[in-house]
């Protein structure tokens, strides 16, 4: 049976050096020593996934509507981007089914505009994302931040998606997809996969350039894909997880958490504001939000508990 395990985020500083002995100026004629630099404790960070373990959908996919409202995409490629969300909402998404996905949205997006690509991401950030923001996850949010550590998402999206996600959410570090562009539009090649081995990578990097120590640092996830960033700290966590990350988090003794609450952001923070938006296009994406919501819970009500 899935049980919940609260995360243990208490600090995780070392202790405080012993102070010197005090002596009078007249016990030693020797030249005073260097001043002692001021103790202090190793940085630390919590490294989030975003889809599932974030937010309760995939990123990737999730502004199909609006690319195809922006003429980017035709309808077609609307139906087969809603299809791949609920493979990916019911099932989970395995090693093969992120290369197809990969492989898809790069193709895809060749020849887009990348200024019009942010821009449609800016306009319609809040009407998509803010609603399916885990509750759960934007608590832990807070508390790391309020334990002093940094919170980095690491997301195989591409960056001009997760980044504003990040921004909304006030990470102080993204990890995510670069898709190589040349004058303005996408080539449809990948400069940057944010996926498996690559992620753990990405983590040991930037741990060297912002000195975090990994033993101490904390990281969330769905998926088995993730397994190298989950191990590349000292503290992972499996967040609503696929049946092969299930099965090492109990193998490792690894908490496991359920997220199941999704809030709207602003309900959580009163003086967050949304922008004005579009009455049409917030009918056509919540009745979509709803009706995978629903399949999604129907799902999980009849997933056999382990």
């Not at 290369?99 to 991401?121: D, F």
């Not at 909304?168 to 539009?185: F, N, P, Q, S, Y």
């Not at 904390?218 to 397994?227: F, K, P, R, V």
């Not at 700290?233 to 099965?247: E, I, M, Q, W, Y």
Request: proline residues 6%; hydrophobic residues 40%; contains cysteine.
């Amino acid at each position: 049976m899935d049980t919940t395990e609260n995360a243990d985020i208490a600090d995780q500083g070392g202790n405080t050096p012993p102070r010197p002995a005090n002596r009078s100026s007249s016990e030693s004629t020797e030249p005073a020593a260097s001043p002692r630099r001021p103790y202090r404790a190793p940085r630390t960070a919590a490294f989030f996934d975003l889809d599932k373990t974030i937010i309760a959908k995939s990123s990737a996919l999730a502004f199909s509507r609006p690319f195809y409202q922006g003429g980017l995409i035709n309808r077609r490629a609307v139906l087969k981007s809603a299809y791949a969300q609920f493979v990916f909402l019911l099932g989970g998404a395995d090693h093969d089914q992120m290369e197809k996905l990969r492989a898809y949205l790069s193709a895809m997006t060749k020849g887009w505009n990348v200024q019009q690509v942010r821009e449609i991401v800016a306009e319609t950030l809040h009407d998509l994302i803010d609603p399916i923001i885990y509750d759960e996850a934007a608590s832990l949010i807070e508390e790391h931040h309020a334990a002093g550590r940094d919170v980095v998402i690491v997301s195989s999206s591409g960056a001009e998606v997760v980044e504003p996600i990040g921004a909304l959410l006030g990470a102080d570090h993204v990890v995510a997809t670069r898709l190589k562009i040349e004058d303005g539009r996408y080539t449809g090649e990948i400069e940057y996969y944010a996926y498996a081995e690559n992620k753990a990578v990405s983590i040991r990097e930037l741990a060297e350039s912002e000195g975090y120590d990994l033993p101490n640092c904390y990281a969330y996830s769905d998926s088995s894909t993730d397994l190298p960033m989950l191990e590349a700290v000292g503290h992972p966590f499996a967040v609503n997880p696929d049946r092969a990350l299930r099965k090492e988090a109990v193998a490792r003794e690894w908490p496991v958490l359920v997220f199941s609450r999704p809030v709207e952001l602003h309900r959580r923070l009163p003086e967050f504001h949304t922008p004005s938006r579009s009455v049409v296009a917030t009918v056509a994406v919540g009745t979509a939000l709803l009706t995978a919501g629903l399949l999604w819970y129907a799902a999980r009500r009849r997933r056999p508990e382990c």
